[in-house]
C-alpha cells in the first residue's frame, strides 16, 4: 500500500487543481458580466444586475476581477474527463450485471494508484484472476478486461469507484 504521505499529497494536488478551476470559472464568470455590461454601455452594470437579481454591487466586483482577471482559461472544458469515458462505456460490449457487481467488490479491497495508468485492463485481469477458485466466470471476465483499451478500462474502473454501476453496459437475461 502507499505510504499515507503519498496519498495525501495526491489529496492536495486534487485539491489545488480544484481551487484552480474554481478561480477560472469566477474570472469566466466575471468576463461575461463585465462583456455584457459594457455591451449595453452606461447603466449597463445596472440593467444586468436588475436582470440577474443581484445588487448592482456585485456586477461592479465582477468587473473589478475581469479587470485583473488573467486570460480566459484555455484548456480542455473541466468536464471533458467525464465525457469521454461515458462515451468509452457507451462503446463497451455488455457484461452480466453479476462481473460488473464482482469488479466492484474486488475493487473495494484493492487500491487504485497511478501505476493502473499503464495497463489498467491487465491489472484489473490479474485481480480476477485472483478469484478463479471462487467465481465460475473468472476466465471470461479476465479475458474482456484485457480486450478494453486503457481508456475504456479507466471509464470502468472509474464507474466502479464512484458506484455508478448504472452507466456500465449489462446483458439482457
Not at 469566477?26 to 445588487?55: H, P, Q, Y
Not at 469521454?84 to 469488479?103: I, S, T
Not at 497511478?114 to 471476465?141: F, H, I, N, Q, S
Request: charged content about 25%; glycine content about 8%.
Amino acid at each position: 500500500m502507499s505510504d499515507y504521505r503519498d496519498l495525501l499529497a495526491l489529496a492536495e494536488e486534487r485539491i489545488e487543481r480544484a481551487n484552480r478551476e474554481v478561480v477560472a470559472a469566477a474570472d469566466a464568470k466575471a468576463l461575461v458580466l463585465d462583456a455584457e455590461a459594457t455591451r449595453r454601455g452606461r447603466g449597463g452594470a445596472a440593467e444586468v444586475a436588475a436582470e440577474l437579481g443581484v445588487s448592482k454591487a456585485a456586477v461592479s466586483l465582477a468587473q473589478k476581477r475581469a479587470r485583473s482577471a488573467g486570460e480566459p482559461h484555455r484548456g480542455l472544458p473541466y468536464d471533458t474527463l467525464q465525457r469521454l469515458f461515458a462515451a468509452e462505456l457507451r462503446g463497451l460490449p455488455a457484461r452480466p450485471a453479476g462481473d460488473w457487481e464482482l469488479l466492484a467488490w474486488m475493487l473495494r479491497s484493492t487500491v487504485v494508484a497511478v501505476t493502473w495508468l499503464e495497463e489498467p485492463g491487465a491489472l484489473l485481469a490479474g485481480e480476477v484472476e485472483d478469484l478463479d477458485d471462487e467465481y465460475d466466470g473468472a476466465a471470461a471476465l479476465a479475458a474482456a478486461c484485457r480486450s478494453w483499451s486503457r481508456v475504456q478500462a479507466l471509464a470502468v474502473i472509474d464507474a466502479l469507484l464512484s458506484g455508478d454501476l448504472g452507466a456500465l453496459p449489462v446483458t439482457e437475461g
